[in-house]
């Protein structure tokens, strides 16, 4: 081990040649960061040598206090190891990717008559199938099963048969009006399908279709034609490579300015199944811990294709293959396409990374031109809507990524005064907003918006004021869409079809419409309430 009092004291001599891995502690111990190195002197000189690297980095080099290794064989085990020491520490320096959306599942339960279900986490009491980026594919699918191979939904077994039986999707083993056999086969089926067999299982349903129109059991095979329309309806406009008979994933970097782009893509058994995308703090080798990190918690395929090597040699891109093999128990290939079928699939995906990086575009000439300290991921918009004395109510919207976060949308009945006062209303809504925000301790928006004027801008500004808070706020006024800033007595003008102008006027007129939706919602429970009077 070697202690730091200053980064300028490091020397390198003491540090072993050998692969391993090596870790990063600050003044009271904690783990700062763990990382692998085919050579640790040579890796670990490289973080306190080079002058020219990223901010997360030079911020990391300031708290080292200590550094330790821990020799093992080669490459692979270096990995290995530090996959595991990522895992129970959670360094902070390391990338965590625990905050990214967590996919949900299709499940099958571990019982004599195994029920179908969706799950967020793999479990041992469950078999899951996914996990699917995608929601409405997932429901779709697992929507298909139930009709297709009619298993049970129901969370206990009752000695009555539900309504799934009386309407045909489930043949109802808690009345035994099927036997643990014909389940089994049922459930074999559906596992099948849910692997991405769906070939196999339009077959497995044509022949049934025929045997029953052969039987004169017309209703049926009516039922059993419509369940592979279904199917085929599902899956047609999602086949990217029908010949492809194992799974992929794309992967897609790019570097913007401190931060690292990445857009990942699951193709399973030559079915799109959505995409998932991440903006990460830029460190070295960057793309390589991105891709040790995602798949810690996500399902490994056969074959990653990547768009850019995130190795530096090819012994180091053979380890990085065999520590996938190992966690994923079958072999996994990691390939840069350069022609046919692969090389169009990384373009779609680099499509979609472009189109992720004009969202960011976006928000980039958002800060640039309103100078704000950091680009503006969470803006929250307020609007004051009323008619007359009556019903004065105010709406806000967040937008995170420049996408709408619905689940954060909030509605405010005025409860200081009562009758018309635009001004007032604006000041108690943002002061009850951000003084509850500031006793949960909770983030505060990158910006603050008003879809208004000077008026209600000083308003805002004066409840922010009050609460001793410095976020950034400006006023979007409709007539000329011109932006108003505290303190600034005449607006800006900037170019109204400019990407960041659209972003700005989208979500201010999303903040109108939910405020007057609520403003008509509180109308009709009013008129409801005149009517109930004797």
């Known amino acids: 081990m070697i202690q730091l009092a200053d980064p300028s004291e490091f020397k390198s001599s003491e540090i072993p040649t050998d692969p391993g891995v090596y870790l990063y502690r600050d003044e009271a111990g904690e783990l700062l960061y763990v990382g692998k190195a085919k050579n640790l002197r040579s890796r670990v000189k490289s973080y306190f040598l080079n002058v020219d690297q990223p901010a997360k980095t030079r911020q990391l080099v300031l708290h080292i206090k200590s550094i330790d290794w821990i020799i093992v064989n080669n490459e692979v085990e270096a990995?290995?190891?530090?996959?595991?020491?990522?895992?129970?520490?959670?360094?902070?320096?390391?990338?965590?990717?625990?905050?990214?959306?967590?996919?949900?599942?299709?499940?099958?339960?571990?019982?004599?008559?195994?029920?179908?279900?969706?799950?967020?986490?793999?479990?041992?009491?469950?078999?899951?199938?996914?996990?699917?980026?995608?929601?409405?594919?997932?429901?779709?699918?697992?929507?298909?099963?139930?009709?297709?191979?009619?298993?049970?939904?129901?969370?206990?077994?009752?000695?009555?048969?539900?309504?799934?039986?009386?309407?045909?999707?489930c043949t109802a083993p808690c009345i035994e009006k099927v036997?643990?056999?014909?389940?089994?086969?049922?459930?074999?089926?559906?596992?099948?399908?849910?692997?991405?067999?769906?070939?196999?299982?339009?077959?497995?349903?044509?022949?049934?279709?025929?045997?029953?129109?052969?039987?004169?059991?017309?209703?049926?095979?009516?039922?059993?034609?419509?369940?592979?329309?279904?199917?085929?309806?599902?899956?047609?406009?999602?086949?990217?490579?029908?010949?492809?008979?194992?799974?992929?994933?794309?992967?897609v970097f790019k570097r913007v300015g401190e931060k690292m782009m990445a857009v990942q893509m699951g193709v399973r058994k030559g079915v799109l199944r959505g995409k998932n995308q991440f903006n990460v703090d830029l460190q070295p080798q960057i793309e390589q811990e991105f891709l040790k990190a995602f798949y810690a918690t996500n399902q490994i395929p056969r074959e990653i294709l990547l768009n850019k090597p995130c190795w530096e040699t090819a012994e180091e891109k053979k380890a990085l293959e065999q520590f996938l093999s190992s966690k994923r128990n079958a072999p996994v290939s990691l390939t840069i396409p350069r022609r046919a079928n692969k090389l169009a699939l990384m373009q779609l995906a680099e499509k979609n990374l472009e189109s992720t990086l004009e969202v960011d575009s976006a928000l980039l000439d958002l800060q640039a031109a309103l100078n704000l300290p950091v680009i503006p991921r969470v803006i929250e918009c307020f609007d004051i809507s009323n008619l007359g004395q009556e019903h004065v109510v105010s709406g806000m919207v967040t937008f995170r990524d420049a996408k709408p976060d619905k689940k954060n949308y909030r509605k405010f009945k005025i409860k200081t005064f009562i009758g018309q006062d635009d001004f007032a209303s604006m000041n108690e809504v943002v002061s009850r907003r951000y003084k509850r925000l500031v006793e949960e301790k909770s983030p505060l928006p990158d910006l603050v918006m008003i879809d208004g004027g000077p008026g209600q801008v000083s308003a805002a500004k004066a409840a922010l004021n009050a609460l001793g808070l410095q976020i950034p706020l400006i006023g979007l006024a409709k007539e000329r869409e011109?932006?108003?800033?505290?303190?600034?007595?005449?607006?800006?003008?900037?170019?109204?079809?400019?990407?960041?102008?659209?972003?700005?006027?989208?979500?201010?007129?999303a903040a109108h419409e939910f405020s007057l939706s609520y403003n008509l919602k509180r109308r009709q429970m009013k008129i409801r309430e005149e009517f109930k009077k004797p």
């Open 482 to 509: 011109e932006i108003y800033f505290p303190e600034e007595s005449s607006p800006k003008s900037f170019d109204k079809n400019s990407r960041m102008m659209l972003l700005l006027r989208k979500i201010r007129d």
């Open 179 to 251: 036997t643990s056999e014909q389940y089994a086969d049922q459930v074999e089926h559906a596992r099948s399908f849910l692997n991405g067999n769906y070939q196999q299982t339009i077959e497995y349903l044509t022949t049934k279709m025929q045997k029953a129109s052969e039987q004169k059991q017309y209703e049926n095979a009516l039922d059993l034609r419509n369940q592979i329309a279904s199917i085929r309806l599902l899956t047609q406009h999602q086949i990217v490579d029908h010949e492809r008979r194992f799974d992929q994933d794309l992967m």
């Open 79 to 169: 990995l290995l190891l530090e996959n595991k020491l990522v895992k129970h520490h959670t360094p902070k320096y390391n990338i965590d990717l625990k905050d990214a959306k967590t996919f949900a599942y299709i499940s099958l339960t571990r019982e004599p008559y195994p029920r179908v279900l969706t799950s967020r986490k793999v479990s041992r009491k469950l078999e899951s199938f996914g996990p699917y980026t995608e929601g409405f594919i997932r429901q779709d699918l697992q929507r298909l099963v139930v009709r297709v191979f009619k298993l049970r939904t129901c969370k206990t077994m009752h000695h009555r048969a539900c309504l799934n039986f009386h309407i045909h999707i």
